[in-house]
């Protein structure tokens, strides 16, 4: 299963790290998505990092701002992110991917909610 965990309230600008730590499976043999459902809007995948080489994939709206990383010891996968902005508010969920950042997603986490706001 994977568990989520990292999301509060932080004003503008401000920066939180969400956490997706892994139990009953090797998270490095899978890649990993972040995947965002703000109120009233679509699940948006923000950030995908692929199994083995580590690449990494953002959506446009965090590059420069969000950075996905994996610590293998600790079977976590860590989402970083700075500047926030009160459209980066959502319930941000982790899930694996077994189609190495396409998409299949089979196991989810169960979200973490972000807020930004003053």
């Known amino acids: 299963q994977l568990q989520a965990s990292g999301g509060g309230l932080v004003q503008p600008g401000g920066s939180l790290r969400l956490s997706c730590a892994a139990s009953g499976f090797t998270l490095d043999y899978y890649a990993i998505n972040w995947i965002r459902q703000a109120p009233g809007k679509e699940r948006e995948r923000v950030s995908c990092i692929r199994r083995s080489d580590g690449s990494t994939y953002y959506v446009d709206s965090v590059k420069g701002r969000f950075t996905i990383s994996r610590d293998n010891a600790k079977n976590t996968v860590y989402l970083q992110m700075s500047s926030l902005k009160p459209e980066d508010t959502a319930v941000y969920y982790c899930?694996?991917?077994?189609?190495?950042?396409?998409?299949?997603?089979?196991?989810w986490g169960q979200g973490t909610l972000v807020t930004v706001s003053s």
């Open positions: 899930a694996r991917d077994r189609s190495n950042c396409y998409g299949a997603n089979d196991y």
